[in-house]
């Protein structure tokens, strides 16, 4: 089969950064790594390419892991599926679903994607050959020469020699290039610029190869969990006796293979046991293996890394992370945050320190006064005012403990299976009043049901912690509905309860004693679902599935009230506390499409995991540490905190600043737009552009040398007009003009 590279035309390098990203020194983001796709050991390091977690480096001298995840103008993606290094000591990264990211020696991040001709963004595999790079992808096989993107199959006309473009491994040996799909494997020699490809297939399951790897004299492959070895005819062998293969890799002249009877190494007529304890069995369980230029073997996989040691059990090395990345809620004590997960169990984070304390989801054994019975499905989640801590782990108990000794000690109530006790756990809502009592709106996992699983409204614990009250449509008549997703106290003492399908109420309370009823807001809305209700000073905040409302000026009518749009609904279930009110005034509100803060004064500001390092676009709780001003999210992908006050430092003063900005002149491409980015003396850019007519159209911003500085839009989103355009940069105190002409 005859083919060739098709030659692309020279095309920059595009380096992630929208002109809308925020601060990265204001965000942090915690994460758990499950899933290890590859390892890479170098003298000090170990790299490690996560699934969710994005780069780890595992730092040998100093037993400290370090974690990069993604943000906009660094690292583009979290899921990573594999990694290299080039011959100048650039790192690259292969991601699931944004390209290839690659990380300088400087510290620089670059972004290889669709606009360097890219065939696809999810990529499968990476191997690096001097300057040049193999990237297999999901869509076909590119080929970066050192500076450009000069070759891919299939190569734009659609003619591929592959029968199938899905590359899931590339090994080089020698001077051939071997590249293994999801319709079989080939190989083409590289001097002869892959001009011709031959299928090497034979006893092979075609479509059933996962891997390939060599040592530089075999090339294997992973095939129907079996290894398998190609001979010098083309004809496939398996190379067994280790049980199910779910992984292969090559480092150093060494082929590893990950099994369910543990780690084994290809000793050129055989495989010798290297571990045999540490087995995989599919996805997450599976390891990441790999070894250093000294023979010493690294493998990675959910449990944390293990390094190897002269004898004995291997040393078992565990990052920093929350017990889970699905979170569900979140809470702030001083130093400490406390985040609870759909099923992952409970972490609590020493802020100071970076170090997390996780109750995993295994039902308690002994010591039971001091840990969860088991932490699964924490939902509601409260950080009282005398510092309890109060968890309704639904179907197993309202957790109360105090952490601030050690050990920590736990007191569990509503303990059991069934009804009525289960009503008791099932804690969606919290807040705390003045004079000590703790208020639990409840939920249920069955609502409709018309069953004893039917939500039991609100319990209230007086402060001796001990059930003084319970509030429902039996016993409080003028109470809209039991199923209570929202509650707040105001500075009044007065209790606003939010309903799902049933709106807002406020009461007076006096538990034990009975609720009086003041106020219902919009008491036509019949259907109104309430996820979120916050008193801030004398005003009342209520989030729903259609709006945002602020009300203020109550009076026998209501008072007034102003209405905002919002991003979108929360997850119709899943939205725990997606409201929160800071000092100043400003409410954050989080939805199935990221974080929008209402600041006094009418500015909104959107935050999503494409212009931000936010974990995930769904949030289902946020809370505000109101000593620092900083926000938390905990999403379904992971924790962020965000400082709305952070302040970069300031760049150093130049004596003169000199720019480049390129591509010059640019073709404005219909629905694209261009990707002007800048370069110069500075280390952080602002500007704008203008017209002829001297009408600034845009504020631009480029937080490093090489990055999209404009888009070729203004500030209304829309594509400008092709034509002469004034782009004036500032920079360490400087300032520069540069002509840019736009070409269609």
């Not at 209402?598 to 212009?611: K, Q, V």
Request: hydrophobic share 40%; proline share 6%.
């Amino acid at each position: 089969m005859l083919t060739r590279f098709r030659l692309l035309p020279a095309m920059l390098l595009v380096l992630l950064a929208p002109a809308h990203a925020h601060a990265a020194g204001a965000w942090s983001t915690y994460i758990r790594a499950f899933g290890y796709n590859q390892l890479l050991a170098g003298a000090d390091t170990v790299w490690c390419a996560t699934e969710e977690a994005g780069l780890l480096r595992y730092v040998r001298s100093s037993g400290a892991f370090l974690q990069t995840t993604r943000e906009p103008g660094g690292l583009a993606s979290n899921q990573i599926s594999s990694i290299a290094f080039d011959r100048r000591g650039r790192l690259w990264l292969g991601t699931r679903d944004a390209g290839v990211s690659r990380l300088d020696p400087d510290g620089t991040w670059g972004l290889l994607n669709a606009f360097d001709g890219l065939p696809g963004l999810d990529v499968n595999t990476l191997t690096a050959q001097g300057d040049t790079l193999w990237i297999g992808t999901t869509t076909g096989l590119a080929l970066w020469n050192g500076r450009e993107i000069s070759g891919a199959l299939p190569d734009g006309t659609g003619y591929s020699p592959f029968a199938n473009n899905d590359i899931v491994g590339i090994v080089v040996r020698g001077d051939s290039l071997w590249v293994a799909t999801r319709g079989g494997v080939y190989y083409s020699s590289i001097a002869g610029g892959l001009a011709v490809w031959t299928e090497a297939d034979t006893n092979l399951p075609l479509d059933k190869v996962t891997a390939l790897a060599t040592d530089g004299v075999d090339v294997f492959a992973v095939a129907n969990n079996a290894p398998w070895r190609v001979g010098a005819s083309g004809t496939w062998n398996v190379v067994g006796g280790i049980s199910n293969v779910y992984l292969i890799s090559g480092a150093f002249g060494t082929v590893h293979a990950s099994s369910d009877l543990g780690l084994y190494a290809w000793n050129g007529t055989g495989w010798s046991p290297v571990n045999t304890a540490l087995t995989s069995n599919g996805g997450a369980s599976t390891f990441a293996v790999t070894r250093d230029a000294s023979g010493k073997v690294f493998a990675a996989n959910r449990d944390g890394m293990f390094e190897q040691t002269p004898s004995g059990p291997w040393t078992l090395h565990l990052p920093e992370a929350p017990p889970g990345n699905n979170m569900q809620s979140v809470a702030v004590q001083g130093a400490r945050v406390y985040a609870g997960t759909f099923a992952e169990g409970v972490g609590r984070l020493e802020t100071a320190g970076g170090t997390w304390t996780n109750w995993y989801p295994v039902p308690c054994a002994s010591n039971c006064d001091q840990t969860f019975l088991d932490p699964s499905f924490a939902f509601g989640l409260l950080v009282d005012r005398q510092g309890k801590k109060w968890i309704g782990i639904w179907g197993t108990a309202l957790e109360k403990f105090d952490d601030s000794g050690a050990p920590p000690q736990f007191t569990h109530l509503w303990v059991g299976a069934g009804s009525p006790i289960d009503n008791h756990t099932w804690v969606w809502s919290t807040a705390a009043d003045s004079v000590g009592n703790r208020w639990f709106g409840m939920d249920t996992p069955n609502l409709g049901c018309n069953c004893p699983q039917d939500p039991i409204g609100i319990d209230v614990y007086g402060p001796a912690d001990t059930l003084i009250a319970n509030y429902q449509t039996t016993n409080t008549p003028d109470m809209l509905g039991n199923q209570v997703r929202a509650l707040s106290v105001d500075r009044r003492g007065d209790l606003w309860v939010g309903y799902g399908l049933k709106g807002v109420q406020r009461f007076t309370p006096s538990p034990p004693g009975p609720l009086t009823s003041h106020l219902n807001l919009e008491p036509s809305g019949a259907n109104w679902n309430v996820f979120g209700v916050v008193a801030h000073n004398d005003s009342i905040w209520v989030f729903s599935d259609g709006d945002l409302r602020l009300y203020t000026n109550f009076g026998s009518a209501g008072g007034s009230k102003q209405s905002y749009a919002i991003p979108a609904a929360p997850a119709s279930r899943g939205a725990l506390h997606p409201l929160a009110v800071a000092a100043d005034g400003t409410a954050w509100v989080g939805s199935v499409n990221g974080a929008r803060a209402y600041h006094p004064g009418g500015l909104t500001e959107d935050f999503t995991a494409s212009n931000s390092p936010l974990a995930n676009d769904e949030i289902r709780s946020i809370a505000i540490d109101h000593a620092t001003g900083a926000i938390w999210f905990a999403t379904a992908g992971g924790l962020n905190r965000y400082d709305p006050g952070y302040q970069a430092p300031a760049p150093p003063t130049l004596a003169k600043l000199a720019i480049k900005v390129y591509p010059n002149p640019a073709l404005l491409a219909s629905g694209i737009g261009i990707s002007l980015r800048v370069s110069g003396n500075g280390s952080a850019y602002r500007g704008q552009v203008y017209d002829l007519n001297g009408r600034m159209l845009r504020r631009l911003s480029a937080g490093s040398n090489g990055q999209i500085l404009w888009d070729g839009r203004d500030s209304d989103g829309s594509l400008v007009r092709p034509g002469l355009y004034f782009v004036r940069v500032e920079a360490g105190g400087r300032s520069a003009v540069a002509r840019v002409t736009l070409l269609r």
